[in-house]
């Protein structure tokens, strides 16, 4: 073992040497901020896959999917480990991924600054103390941002790099301090090992339990609100952002959260807001005048201001982070556009239809050169983590909407929750307030949306709720919000085409009533 390697640090020592090395200090509320250089978000570009036996011809390989060779790979791997050999300390940290026992998966990591080690004392599951005199490591991450990648030797785009080698079990990542592709780097592990040898659906979502032991699902991606929305003083928190599904539960593959923290105060996102103290990594924020008072609107460096936590540091968890079958599920989507409902209820075809398209906007900041929202289809809600092709985890999800909840009556229902624009386009309409948005998953989760009349979509085919608690009427049907309603109709008719056209790569293996249940193309008068 190297002897410059400091194992397992609690996060008041790495606190403390992240102040000695000058790399961030302490905020009033007492989370350690930090500054992640460069790269502020992940750069999806930039992840590989090693091309092997393995994976060759199981990896759905493309944009998303980048083969890499291995030469380059143990290229770049030699030269960490010769890096990391040189350093004065190495921070490594034993953690695992998995709540549920079954499909455990130990994990050791490596990293070059003790705050990047905080990250993931944070973000994974902790092992107790007799957990780690016998751990034994499934996978190993590198991350050592000072590491560069030559594009000419090494086969890269750029400098920055995230690999995974499945048949080494190892994630190398260098050029980027960004914590975030720690994180998913092992998602897209669970991703590819889970739906292929254990039958379980792995889902970026988040989910909550209600007091009759309800589980609720919140499919999305970054900033369409699975964290706030999840984070409900009414319900038990299982996780914020990656669960599998076996056949007997749902469950938290972290530890932690990783919440957006622009524009966060304490009457919007309370628990949020308790959440960061001592503990907790704030990441890219400014400050107030006095230097030390976090300013959540302060967007100088990024608008995706991230803070990571344990879990433990909100109130209302749900213990050891599972929960039962799902009741509800809500696909949570930012339009851009200002054409879809707030809420609509989906039949199982539709739900089919709109997780394999995962229509939203990227929200500024979220990737590299992103800089304002723009319109997107992201299969499953995140396609950039899906080793596999997505019908695969379509069809999973498809067949456990078929085989039902926990009360056996094979009642899931599924909603599409619009948390973008209202009013008109991004530009001219406004966001969704989330008060209302709130309003209306509580009508769902209690049952309420289930007595309640329901009109169709003549373009989309989506039944909306004539009438819902706390929100005014005409905020339900989205054609009446807009000022003109020959250019909504115009919008909706150019939405439409979009779904429509991203669909006919899936629409063979989706099957004639999955492809039936999408919107149609209108004829504009």
């Excluded at 785009?157 to 190892?170: H, P």
């Excluded at 609720?216 to 990656?242: H, M, V, W, Y």
């Excluded at 628990?271 to 107030?288: C, M, S, T």
Aim: proline share 6%; with cysteine.
């Amino acid at each position: 073992m190297q002897k410059n390697y400091k194992f397992n640090l609690q996060p008041a020592a790495l606190a403390e040497a992240t102040i000695r090395k000058g790399q961030g200090q302490l905020s009033s509320s007492g989370a350690l901020v930090v500054k992640t250089g460069k790269f502020t978000g992940r750069s999806p570009k930039d992840r590989f896959i090693v091309k092997d036996d393995i994976t060759k011809n199981s990896v759905d390989w493309g944009d998303i999917n980048i083969p890499i060779d291995k030469k380059s790979y143990t290229s770049l791997y030699k030269k960490i480990i010769e890096y990391s050999n040189g350093l004065e300390e190495v921070y490594v940290r034993d953690a695992y991924a998995c709540a549920n026992p079954n499909y455990r998966l130990n994990v050791r990591v490596f990293t070059e600054n003790p705050w990047q080690n905080m990250f993931v004392y944070n973000m994974f599951l902790r092992p107790t103390e007799k957990d780690l005199a016998s751990f034994i490591p499934d996978w190993k991450v590198y991350a050592f941002p000072s590491v560069m990648a030559d594009t000419s030797v090494h086969k890269t785009r750029q400098e920055n790099f995230s690999i995974i080698n499945f048949t080494d079990k190892v994630i190398i990542i260098g050029g980027t301090a960004y914590t975030g592709e720690i994180k998913k780097g092992i998602f897209s592990v669970l991703n590819f090992v889970l739906p292929t040898n254990n039958n379980v659906l792995s889902m970026h979502c988040s989910a909550n339990v209600g007091s009759e032991g309800d589980t609720a699902l919140f499919f999305g991606l970054s900033g369409t609100g699975k964290t706030t929305l999840s984070n409900d003083p009414e319900r038990r928190l299982i996780g914020d952002d990656e669960h599998g599904w076996s056949k007997e539960s749902v469950f938290n593959f972290e530890g932690g959260c990783y919440a957006k923290t622009i524009d966060l105060s304490p009457t919007k996102e309370p628990q949020i807001y308790k959440a960061i103290k001592f503990g907790a990594l704030l990441e890219n924020v400014g400050f107030e005048a006095d230097g030390c008072t976090v300013d959540y609107s302060d967007v100088s460096i990024t608008q995706n201001t991230r803070v990571s936590y344990p879990i433990y540091h909100i109130d209302n968890i749900m213990f050891k982070s599972r929960g039962d079958l799902p009741e509800n599920i809500f696909f949570l989507t930012c339009d851009a556009f200002g054409v879809l409902p707030p809420i609509s209820k989906l039949t199982p075809e539709q739900a089919m239809y709109h997780f394999i398209s995962g229509y939203t906007a990227k929200i500024a900041g979220t990737e590299e050169g992103i800089n304002e929202p723009q319109a997107t289809f992201s299969a499953c809600f995140g396609a950039p983590f899906l080793p596999l092709h997505p019908t695969v985890y379509a069809d999973l999800l498809g067949k456990k909407i078929k085989k039902g909840s926990r009360t056996g009556d094979g009642s899931i229902n599924v909603w599409l929750v619009n948390t973008g624009w209202t009013g008109g386009p991004y530009g001219e309409g406004s966001r969704m307030e989330l008060s209302y948005t709130r309003a209306m998953i509580k009508a769902a989760l209690t049952g309420v949306l289930n007595k309640v009349e329901y009109q169709k979509d003549p373009i989309f085919g989506l039944s909306i709720p004539k009438a819902c608690p706390d929100v005014p009427n005409a905020v339900l049907y989205p054609r009446d919000t807009w000022r003109n309603e020959q250019e909504y109709d115009q919008y909706a008719a150019d939405l439409a085409g979009r779904f429509i056209r991203n669909f006919e790569p899936y629409a063979k293996k989706a099957g004639k009533a999955v492809v039936n249940a999408g919107p149609k193309s209108p004829v504009l008068k």
